[in-house]
């Protein structure tokens, strides 16, 4: 399968983010990381691609759906925002992860076994119980990305997932957005500033500027390599 971004331009009023950008991205296990400095438009993306937003002109599109995207995106992918802010306080990460479950119509007795296979895959299990509001902030960031998986949906997206983390965290996190990859085989979008994390995970990077993807780069790079290029294009 591939996402397709058609003449895919937002605005938000007058103001223009981003500008009829066309780009074609296979749909396979990888890490999509989306760069670019503050207000460049990363955020705005990855809700275009979840469905939470609809383009002013232009369109995605996939090999499944050519029309009504948004409608496709609001099953098929989970958008997890930055500060976890969607989830819930008061309920532990199993019941986190088989509430959204839901909400996507996965059944529920299939959530509770995937749930489980997960929570063991990424080393999660002793922190399954813990109500969300008392874990540890690098918990509670992974807990949101097992939340997204849990959705069993075709594309996690992950917007600033590591905000915050101190540099061991951030490492911990990097595992287990790598792991999601390669145990769950899926296709996971990245909004980040955080170069470390995204060296260390990313398969293919999309970096934004003026409204544009001007460039495009499909392999892994090492940190040094990555803020090289980033200097190169944002300075
Ligand atoms: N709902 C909104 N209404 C109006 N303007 C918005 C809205 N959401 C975002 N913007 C503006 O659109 C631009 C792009 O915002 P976006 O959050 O997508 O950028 P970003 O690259 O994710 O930024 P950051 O790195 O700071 O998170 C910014 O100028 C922002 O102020």
């Known amino acids: 399968m591939a996402l397709k971004f058609e003449q895919l331009t937002k605005k938000y009023g007058?103001?223009?983010?981003?500008?009829?950008?066309?780009?074609?991205?296979n749909v396979q296990p990888k890490v999509v990381g989306l760069?670019?400095?503050?207000?460049?438009?990363?955020?705005?993306?990855?809700?275009?691609?979840?469905?939470?937003?609809?383009p002013t002109e232009g369109r995605i599109t996939n090999d499944q759906v050519a029309q009504d995207y948004a409608k496709w995106a609001?099953?098929?992918?989970?958008?997890?925002?930055?500060?976890?802010?969607?989830?819930?306080?008061?309920?532990?990460?199993?019941?986190?992860?088989?509430f959204f479950?839901?909400?996507?119509?996965?059944?529920?007795?299939?959530?509770?076994?995937?749930?489980?296979?997960?929570?063991?895959?990424?080393?999660?299990?002793?922190?399954?119980?813990?109500?969300?509001?008392?874990?540890?902030?690098?918990?509670?960031?992974?807990?949101?990305v097992l939340v997204g998986a849990a959705m069993q949906t075709d594309f996690v997206l992950l917007d600033e997932p590591s905000n915050g983390l101190d540099i061991s965290a951030q490492k911990d996190l990097a595992d287990f957005i790598l792991a999601l990859k390669n145990n769950q085989h899926k296709l996971i979008f990245v909004s980040s500033h955080d170069t470390q994390m995204?060296?260390?995970?990313?398969?293919?990077?999309?970096?934004?500027?003026?409204?544009?993807?001007?460039?495009?780069?499909?392999h892994h790079l090492e940190e040094a390599d990555l803020l090289a290029i980033y200097h190169n294009i944002y300075s």
């Open 101 to 144: 479950a839901s909400i996507k119509g996965v059944d529920p007795k299939v959530a509770q076994k995937s749930i489980a296979k997960l929570a063991a895959e990424l080393n999660f299990s002793p922190n399954m119980k813990t109500i969300f509001q008392e874990l540890s902030t690098g918990q509670k960031k992974k807990a949101a």
């Open 74 to 98: 609001s099953s098929h992918t989970s958008f997890i925002a930055s500060g976890e802010r969607g989830l819930i306080n008061r309920l532990n990460t199993w019941e986190n992860c088989q």
């Open 14 to 25: 007058k103001k223009m983010v981003l500008n009829q950008i066309d780009l074609t991205i």
């Open 35 to 54: 760069i670019g400095p503050n207000g460049v438009g990363k955020s705005t993306l990855l809700r275009l691609i979840a469905g939470v937003l609809e």
């Open 198 to 218: 995204l060296s260390g995970v990313v398969d293919q990077y999309l970096f934004i500027k003026d409204k544009v993807i001007p460039r495009v780069v499909d």
